[in-house]
């Protein structure tokens, strides 16, 4: 079993900046490939960002590229997700994803890989 808790979302101005992290119980998350995925009012979940279960692959929808970084303390059995430049489309629910189901994988931008989620944490970007 894994619980997966995120935190760091809030209300922030267009261009500013906000860091998630995603706090993961379990012995063997070294060992799992995570994900952030989003939500916006009206729309279906999408990908966000992918880290294998080492760190060294990392994967990112084409609309964050370049804005969000994505990384992970197995240490801390933690994942995060640094945003900058944030647009009022990044407004969404961003959920953290745990694969536990296929250890050692490099990770996947596919929502049904990813067998445990969080609950979520609000973030809203203002015009």
């Known amino acids: 079993q894994v619980q997966l808790v995120e935190s760091g979302g809030g209300l922030v101005q267009a261009g500013g900046s906000l860091r998630l992290s995603c706090a993961a119980s379990g012995r063997t998350f070294s060992s799992y490939a995570m994900g952030w995925f989003r939500q916006a009012p009206g729309k279906e979940r999408e990908f966000v960002a992918a880290?294998?279960?080492?760190?060294?692959?990392?994967y990112y929808a084409d609309s964050v590229k370049g804005r969000f970084t994505i990384s992970r303390d197995n240490a801390k059995t933690s994942v995060y997700l640094q945003m900058n430049s944030l647009k009022p489309e990044d407004t969404a629910v961003y959920y953290c994803?745990?694969?536990?189901?296929?250890?050692?994988?490099?990770?996947?931008?596919?929502?049904?890989?990813?067998?445990?989620w969080g609950h979520g944490t609000q973030v809203t970007v203002s015009s």
């Open positions: 880290i294998s279960w080492s760190g060294g692959s990392t």
């Open positions: 994803a745990a694969d536990s189901a296929n250890p050692y994988y490099s990770g996947s931008d596919f929502d049904d890989d990813y067998d445990y």
